[in-house]
């Protein structure tokens, strides 16, 4: 049986000795050299079952000092130790934090998409319903049932692209205006109608700086009981300031279209340059923004609705025109150029 | 339409000459002002002078010396010119004078003779491009006189846009007439006075088609002496963009421009029987226009003939065999109105933009064709010596109808939003020449030139235009609610579930070449295979609709990969065109369409795995999740694709698309060379449907064991997958693929699949005992559709 003095030598050598362990390692194998198994202090502790009462009084003391003692001053060291080999190991793990990284995919979506969402959001917001309508469309809708003459210039081949589609080579064609969505909108629904109609539109226009034969315009139409040019006229003033900001002045200058009587085109006053003349608004201090006009009484009358009892307002603004203007892009190809170093500039 | 100031003065008494004011009034009335010209003189110091004599140069025979008279007394000064004699009044630029371009003119020595000033050319004035000979100036000018006045400077020209509605604002008169109501002042009249005509004349005009030709004067004129027309004149038909041409022809055009009638004048002697017939084109016809083109007519073309030949196209161009001449002493003036919508198309037929097609196609006034004819009959015997031989031939056969409007005065508030009285309505359109009677409603009869007026939305706009847009109230009316329709949300879910994975949109033409789609290799009976034709295409690149997106994303790889632009990932949301038989229009269904190449994500000092057919696969994992739609891969075969790389995409079962990595040939047509993922999907079929409800996650540990299945390799593994799920039990909360591999230790032709199965129950903590019958139904199941067997089991 270990004396209780040979304990207490063992528990202070292994106290002496514990500050020199390098490792955590080294302070579990001195720990152990006391306290594991069959280690002195181990074995005197299961000996104290079989002791006289006075030796396990002696020899209980000891066990319970020196396990206290060399536990308390383990973990400590083994503390210590841990918090340098953390640091050690945070050294090492040192990264070079100008290399590229791990960027998450990133894809853009088309300016054309931007402001087209923008400018129907503009008038959901007034309670605007949003439709669509085929882009291959028949000549009734695009031209006849909105009051255009029969041999009104833009139905000739030369600025209409026609589709080989039925047995009319002048029947189906890529429409040249949303307007016809208006027509079957008001043929499925009754006033009041508050609609826009964001789409694709086709003029046979050879492909240079300012023409593409495909672009994008958004018509609007609010047909009701009592609808008049004053309220064309504050809906597209809120539409400008929406979309230009807040501080844009407009003025409408009477104008020509066949499917709306009186006619209007509303300028805005530059926002670049605030109206004083600049590059963007050709030194006028204006911006030719859109078409409006009173829906002509013909057009109502195509769709059965009785224009001495309902009124209403149409205009089309060009999408592509918008984002033109806002963003500077000098030429209208590049919306339709794949290039990701263009694609990747769009906000 | 070009306007000049002066001219426009000449009918109305302006209270303003600020060409700022006067843009913005014509702007305010829908006469758009696209450019105003400020013309001013590029010289001074330069008078009038009149040549007194005239000797050679003695040392010098291609210049002669001149005398002149200029007010100030008499000089000599060489001139290079000779298009003039004595008694000519000439432009004398005086020494100390400055001529076009800044050059200073002093006292020169010409070969040995002083020479103080120059006697000018119009190019050296700057106000043409003559510069062969001296400008003449018209006789009875007192020397001395500086020519600025004289040459109508300095004026402002207005080039003004017209509409295809306002044919009575293609003249300077009409513009004046719209000044003149704007400011409430008088515009006078155009001068008709005709001098007394000689007896005789046997010229005869007949009209077989009265439809195209309902009106046609003819005046003959005989006397005529052909030359240069006088420098005002030319002054002004400059002004208007007009190249003068010669005395006759000027006051035709001259005569059109101030009174919107466009009129031709023909060599009488050079009408075969001075006989002329307005009728249709024969069959086979031809004609020589007065541009030198021989032009095969259309049966529908009006033209103007002689007794057997056609001598013009009416109301669009002359013939060159009967046009006046330098030896014309006798003409007829051709005065008539053709219906507008025939000239419309005979001139679009011909490729023909005249300044009479611009306004016949308009509508010219009907009344109009005698008092332009008495016009240009006075100045022809003004300004060429010429006199009127018998009456006026007038053939009508439909004479004109004055139209008569009934305007209630409420509609002009019910339109407009502002509220007019009666009395109000009345004096703006009494302004604008309109007649009107009564209070409530009015009685409006409308002047002959405005033939676009015929109903009372009509004379609405012209209230609204005099009485200013700008001054009509404003108000902010707001619809029911409606928001965006259920297309427009899934194109915005789906485009940013799209740019959340990488991709970037394009937008590209709906016309593509023939050629491009072939190169997909569609059957016979694919309707892909049989795109719609454009009747008139621009190129042959541009010449069918597209029936797919693919050949416009593969192109933007191509060009991405050809400018070196880097790697690419795009998408489209576009519609397509099918052929529909017998439909009023064909199938436009809406796709979405992406295609990518190159590299996957990632920094290129790591290792990337290159673009390949599971970057498809979890794209439409990636839509499946963002817009709520399951929807499932199945292995298959497309045209274009890759034959052991394609699915279709299925949802609730049906096939709404395809994807995969293109076949390498295909993409070698793009010029493209490393593996090219793409795909396309119905829109319609990522629409979201309906919220399935929310479900609180369970807050209990789950038990998660593996399995690993033997199966022929032919086996798909999502028909295993299947199997798994449909024996777990509602529990199971994820089962994942981690391991697939094929070879030793399995046998040939087989393949280990390892899933990884989590299982939770959703109100208490699962123990491993109650998943032993789970297990085997799983494996049991597992055999019994896929003849797989549990490895290590």
Not at chain 2, 33 to 61: C, M, N, Q, W, Y
Not at chain 2, 224 to 247: F, H, Q
Request: glycine share 10%; with cysteine.
């Amino acid at each position: 049986m270990i004396a209780p003095h040979d304990l207490r030598r063992l528990g202070d050598e292994i106290l002496a000795r514990l500050p020199g362990a390098r490792s955590t390692a080294e302070v579990d194998a001195l720990e152990a050299e006391a306290l594991g198994p069959g280690a002195p202090v181990t074995e005197a502790r299961r000996g104290l079952r079989d002791a006289s009462d006075e030796v396990r009084r002696e020899l209980g003391r000891a066990v319970n000092e020196v396990t206290a003692a060399v536990t308390a001053a383990a973990g400590e060291r083994r503390r210590s130790l841990a918090g340098a080999e953390r640091a050690d190991r945070l050294a090492e793990e040192r990264l070079d934090m100008t290399l590229p990284g791990r960027v998450p995919a990133r894809g853009t979506a088309h300016l054309l998409s931007t402001v087209w969402d923008e400018v129907v959001d503009i008038f959901v917001a007034l309670g605007y319903t949003v439709a669509t309508g085929p882009e291959v469309e028949t000549a009734y809708y695009n031209f006849d049932a909105l009051n255009t003459p029969p041999a009104h210039p833009s139905r000739l081949e030369s600025d209409t692209f026609y589709i080989d589609h039925g047995s009319d080579p002048e029947g189906v064609l890529l429409r040249t205006q949303t307007s016809p969505v208006q027509v079957r909108f008001m043929e499925a629904h009754q006033p009041p109608i508050y609609v826009v109609v964001p789409g694709r539109v086709y003029r046979r226009d050879a492909i240079d700086a300012t023409h593409t034969p495909v672009f994008h315009q958004l018509e609007g139409l609010a047909v009701d009981e009592a609808i008049t040019f004053g309220d064309l006229k504050g809906t597209l003033e809120y539409f400008a300031r929406a979309f230009f900001g807040s501080r844009r002045r407009v003025r409408f200058l009477p104008h020509f279209f066949p499917f709306t009587e009186p006619s209007a085109e509303m300028h805005v006053d530059c926002f670049a340059c605030e109206g004083s003349g600049c590059r963007v608004c050709r030194q006028s201090g204006w911006i030719e923004l859109l078409g409006c006009g009173v829906v002509d009484p013909n057009v109502f009358t195509a769709v059965g609705y009785d224009p001495s009892a309902v009124s209403g307002f149409a205009f089309g603004v060009g999408i592509d025109r918008l984002a033109l203007i806002r963003y500077g892009i000098p030429e209208l190809r590049v919306f339709f150029d794949p290039d990701v170093r263009i694609l990747r500039q769009f906000p | 339409m070009k306007a000049s100031l002066r001219w426009l003065q000449e009918f109305v008494d302006l209270p303003t000459e600020d060409p700022g004011v006067i843009a913005a009034t014509f702007d305010g009335l829908g006469l758009e002002v696209e450019a105003v010209t400020e013309v001013v003189a590029d010289f001074r110091g330069v008078v009038v002078a009149k040549v007194l004599a005239i000797r050679p140069h003695p040392a010098a025979d291609r210049v002669r010396l001149v005398t002149i008279e200029d007010g100030a007394g008499g000089r000599e000064v060489v001139c290079g010119a000779w298009n003039f004699g004595v008694g000519a009044t000439v432009a004398y630029a005086t020494v100390g004078s400055r001529l076009a371009g800044g050059l200073d003119v002093g006292e020169r020595d010409i070969r040995g003779v002083r020479s103080p000033g120059m006697i000018c050319s119009e190019r050296e004035l700057g106000i043409g491009d003559e510069a062969g000979g001296i400008l003449l100036l018209d006789d009875g000018l007192a020397p001395g006189t500086d020519i600025t006045g004289i040459l109508g400077l300095p004026d402002v020209v207005f080039d003004i846009a017209i509409t295809p509605n306002r044919p009575d604002a293609m003249s300077i008169h009409g513009l004046a007439r719209e000044l003149g109501a704007f400011f409430g002042v008088e515009v006078r009249h155009i001068d008709i006075t005709v001098p007394p005509s000689v007896p005789g004349g046997a010229a005869r005009v007949r009209i077989d088609d009265p439809a195209g030709c309902p009106r046609f004067t003819a005046r003959q004129i005989t006397g005529v002496k052909v030359g240069p027309s006088p420098l005002w004149m030319r002054m002004r038909l400059r002004s208007a963009g007009v190249r003068p041409i010669s005395n006759v022809v000027d006051i035709t055009n001259y005569v059109m421009l101030e009174t919107g009638q466009p009129m031709h004048a023909f060599d009488l002697d050079r009408i075969p029987e001075e006989t002329i017939v307005v009728r249709r084109a024969a069959p086979g016809e031809s004609l020589t226009t007065l541009d030198g083109v021989t032009r095969r007519l259309d049966a529908a073309d009006l033209v103007i003939s002689g007794p057997e030949t056609a001598l013009g196209l009416a109301g669009i161009m002359g013939g060159g065999d009967s046009e006046v001449a330098a030896t014309t002493t006798r003409v007829l003036l051709e005065v008539a109105h053709f219906e507008p919508t025939g000239v419309l198309l005979t001139g679009k037929r011909h490729g023909l933009r005249s300044e009479a097609v611009a306004r016949f196609e308009r509508g010219v006034d009907p009344l109009l064709p005698p008092v332009a004819s008495a016009r240009a009959t006075g100045l022809i015997a003004r300004l060429a010596g010429g006199v009127p031989l018998g009456e006026l031939i007038d053939e009508h056969p439909r004479p004109h109808r004055q139209a008569t409007i009934v305007l209630a005065v409420r509609e002009v508030e019910r339109l407009l939003g502002v509220r007019l009285f009666g009395l109000e309505i009345g004096t703006l359109l009494r302004r604008l020449g309109f007649g009107v009677s009564g209070d409530d409603p009015l009685t409006v009869t409308v002047p002959s030139y405005r033939p676009d007026v015929t109903r009372p939305a009509d004379l609405i706009e012209e209230v609204a235009r005099l009485y200013g847009l700008d001054n009509i109230p404003t108000a902010l009316p707001h619809g029911p609610g409606g928001g965006l329709s259920e297309g427009e949300r899934t194109r915005r879910a789906v485009r940013a579930a799209m740019v959340g994975a990488g991709y970037s949109e394009i937008f590209s033409f709906d016309f593509i070449g023939r050629d491009h789609l072939a190169r997909l290799g569609f059957g016979e009976d694919d309707p892909r295979g049989h795109p719609l034709a454009v009747r008139n295409p621009l190129s042959d690149e541009l010449a069918v609709l597209r029936t797919t997106l693919l050949p416009g994303l593969l192109e933007g790889l191509r060009v991405n990969v050809a400018r070196h632009a880097g790697d690419a990932a795009l998408f489209e949301i576009a519609s397509v065109v099918l052929p529909a038989p017998g439909e009023p229009i064909p199938h436009q269904p809406v796709r979405l369409g992406f295609a990518v190449t190159g590299s996957g994500p990632g920094p290129a000092w790591q290792p990337r795995p290159e673009r390949d057919a599971l970057d498809a696969v979890g794209l439409v994992a990636t839509l499946a999740a963002a817009t709520g739609v399951d929807l499932v891969l199945a292995q298959a075969t497309e045209p274009g694709f890759h034959p052991g790389r394609c699915a279709h995409v299925l949802a609730d079962g049906a096939v709404v698309g395809a994807v995969g990595e293109i076949h390498p040939d295909v993409a070698a047509a793009w010029d493209l060379s490393g593996r090219v993922v793409a795909g396309e999907i119905a829109l319609e079929a990522l629409a979201r449907g309906a919220f399935p409800g929310f479900s609180v996650p369970s807050v209990f540990p789950p038990v998660v064991f593996d399995l690993a299945f033997d199966v022929a390799a032919a086996i798909p593994v999502g028909q295993v997958v299947a199997a798994v799920k449909a024996a777990a039990g509602p529990e199971l909360e994820d089962a994942t693929i981690f391991d697939v591999f094929s070879g030793p230790p399995l046998e040939a032709g087989r393949k280990s699949i390892a899933l990884r199965l989590t299982f939770r129950h959703r109100e208490r903590t699962m123990v491993d005992a109650e998943m032993v019958p789970v297990r085997q139904a799983i494996v049991e199941r597992v055999r019994a559709e896929t003849g797989g067997l549990l490895r290590g089991g």
